[in-house]
Nanobody, 125 residues
Framework: QVQLVESGGGAVQPGGSLRLSCAASGGTLDYYGIGWFRQAPGKEREGVSC????????YYADSVKGRFTISRDNAKNTVYLQMNSLKPEDTAVYYC??????????????????WGQGTQVTVSS
């Protein structure tokens, strides 16, 4: 069974950058659609970005377009989320999720097969 582990979270000032990683063990991510989601305190989980394995397409929530970039390194069995120009409203726990179909979506509520435990991102001055 695939296990997903997020890393790279932390505290950063507004305007700063972080790169989150989603690493897999127990299987290869090559064929998975991978999504990044986040949940802030008191708010519902929302989709941030995703990348499909079928056609390599990427998708972004409007709130992060132009600031976040998702990519995958199959050799390292890892998917990354590069986050630039961070804002206080980006503060949340970030989760990665994998879908066996190879497709992905940033629509909340659509089930993924596997989820990581999350990594905290805090943007504050």
């Amino acid at each position: 069974q695939v296990q997903l582990v997020e890393s790279g979270g932390g505290a950063v000032q507004p305007g700063g950058s972080l790169r989150l990683s989603c690493a897999a063990s127990g299987g290869t991510l090559d064929y998975y659609g991978i999504g990044w989601f986040r949940q802030a305190p008191g708010k519902e989980r929302e989709g941030v970005s995703c990348i499909s394995s079928n056609d390599g397409r990427t998708y972004y929530a409007d709130s992060v377009k132009g600031r976040f970039t998702i990519s995958r390194d199959n050799a390292k069995n890892t998917v990354y989320l590069q986050m630039n120009s961070l804002k206080p409203e980006d503060t949340a726990v970030y989760y990665c999720a994998g879908d066996l179909s190879g497709f992905c979506t940033v629509v909340s509520g659509v089930p993924y097969d596997y989820w990581g435990q999350g990594t905290q991102v805090t943007v504050s001055s």
